[in-house]
């Protein structure tokens, strides 16, 4: 065997050579891997003695994709188009072996060789939409070749891997092979060798794209199909007009046709964001004083506390991953009204075809209910999602302590309360943790875990596992009122209220944000979660939200009763803007002796997200949250923060600090409202003209 570079060798299998990429953890296309394969693919075509080539690759995986960490770096030789193109261009055949998951340049790559072969498991595809890019080495020109216009659209324009069963059924791979890969690949090599089989180069098919010529309509219907899921990002788009080009262009110049637009994406702000928010959500997984080796609970059984909203979509959360799950209520009533929920939304999904009729029965079948607590004795982990209110949360956590395994996490899912006055009601604080899911449980990828005062290493590693391996995007946060997400929002729904009563209407804050990329705004939101729940809580402190209060009196409680902030017609979502919902916010205001002013929707979208900025700088001051890029995960997939803007932290550093600071200044001038105060930490970096996410 030779080392051509550090992670890429050459080897000989008869008279097959096989060259090896060995680049940890993913395989990614780094310089050294370009270089290794260039070198390695001129040796092998130089030796006389080699008749084909096979590339694989070690570990876990087939290449995943160029190194995104050297993107908005200088380039450094080879190029990915130089290396490609030996590969087709050369005069001996090769078979690219996939195991793990080909993706991005990995695939373009695979499509380079003249065939692909591959394990069953594989997976394949091209995520580059997701970082705001396009495959930009030659992908969008090769795919259709083979695929088909109307798969590569869909799999580009996605970014979805598709199976390797998929991949064969459309010409994508070649073979699905069982056993030792390298040596079936090898096999597939010595055929292609002994049949003498012309090359197989992809840029001289045309079939596929031929039968796409000459019909706009194709590239018109799947614009329409994908417009609404891909609102404000800019990357989809670009696919789209790349695989146009394959279509209408010959192959050399929709090759440069998909560089001009690739380049285009690269030095966008969407795609900027889209790459570092790549890495944030990667980053929130490590944890400075609980390595990635703290040994985490393995989680057989869980356990749920309250068959509610939130009880019921943790438990499927459970279901869904394959763990057992014992849902614990009062009342047999209670229980059966929560089981049902969830057994219709199961029903839902599969009616949509998410799942068969027997997934539903398979997961149904993992949940248990019961109002014996006894049955949660043997859970690994157990959440409490109970009634929101720390004397009935102290009860049920005193009498876990009495019934859980002694090495049992027990976690809440409570969104207010203090998690360490929660844990001091049992003998275990150290056991105690907060998870705190995202309403609705099931769907919503967010997990903040709250760490108590006394949580163990273990307890937040378990936390941390578990989060992952039920699908969520798991984020460690501290105890404080609300945590990172609600803290935050609640600053914007403070401003969100000032606006309407100085000058705004619902509607024009809520379109503000929306156009920003917010899937929705605030009062819509409010009209969505419904506003008696806001208003039974401020009449028990005696508190007042005083056009909230008077929409409420009117018996206007959101779409639930047709209308709030909004009127609804019924059996529609569509929020409709409601005179008499406006002749309100304008007796209020008058009442308190505010003169309305027409407010420019630039002012609006500062006004609420500036002061969501400040308050995740406190946050990071008081170490609530570990660093400013977990505020951003936060953001995205907890409360539809457009990716495309890579969160509040990442976009105040964008705009400047300084600018925002001076604009807050200027606000509490004006306003003479502490409101406005920058939060030290945003004082001293927008001083030293830095930002959240420096160094
Ligand atoms: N470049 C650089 N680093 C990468 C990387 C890449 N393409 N893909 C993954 N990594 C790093 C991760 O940051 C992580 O590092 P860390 O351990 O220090 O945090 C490590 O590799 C492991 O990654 P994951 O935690 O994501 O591992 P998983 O096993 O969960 O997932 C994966 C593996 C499915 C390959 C996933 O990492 C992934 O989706 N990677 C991105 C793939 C991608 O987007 N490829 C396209 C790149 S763009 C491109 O190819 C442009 C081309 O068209 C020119
Ligand atoms: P819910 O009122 O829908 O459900 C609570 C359930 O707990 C009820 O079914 C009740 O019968 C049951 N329950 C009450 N006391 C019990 C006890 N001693 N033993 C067993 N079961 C008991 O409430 P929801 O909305 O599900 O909230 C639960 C928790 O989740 C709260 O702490 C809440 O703050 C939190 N949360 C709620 C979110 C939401 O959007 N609804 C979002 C995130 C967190």
Redesign the pocket.
Known sequence: MTAITESVDLDRRGRIAVLTVNNP??N??SQHVRQGLRDGVRAANADTSVDAIVLACAG??FI??????EFGKPPREPG?HEVLDLIERGPKPVVAAIHG?A????L?VALACHWRVAVKSARVG???V??G?????L?TQRLPRVAGVEKALQMIVSGDPITADDALKHGVIDEIVDGDLTAAAVAFAEKVVREKSPLRKIRDLDEKVAAARGKPEIFANFRKSVARQTRGFRAPENCIKAIEAAVNLPFDEGVKREREL?VELLNSPESKAQRYF??AE??A??IPDVPADTPAKDIKKAGVIGAGTMGGGIAMNFANAGIPVTVVEVTKEALDRGLAVVRKNYEISASRGRFTAADVEKRMGLITGTTDWNAVKDADIVIEAVFEEMPVKKEVFARLDGIAKPDAVLATNTSTLDVNEIASATKRPESVIGTHFFSPANVMRLLENVRGAKSSKTAIATAMAVGRRIGKVPVLVGVCYGFVGNRMLHQRGLQAEKLILEGALPHQVDKVLTDFGFPMGPFAMSDLAGLDVGWRIRKGRGTKSPVADRICELGRFGQKTGGGYYTYESGDRKPIPDNEVEKIIVDVATSMGITRRPIADEEILQRLLYPMVNEGAKILEEKIAIRASDIDVIWVYGYGWPVYRGGPMFWADQIGLKSLRDRMLEWKKQSGDDFWTPAPRLARLADQGKGFLDK
Not at 64 to 69: E, H
Not at 103 to 106: I, R
Not at 133 to 137: C, D, E, Q, S
Request: proline residues 8%; glycine residues 16%; charged residues 20%.
């Open positions: 953890p993913v990614a296309l876990r995986t995943a994709g160029a190194d995104i960490s990915l998951t993706l991005g340049g990995g373009e091209f995520p580059e997701k970082l890019l396009l495959p930009g080495a992908g690739f790549f890495f990667r980053e997984a490590k």
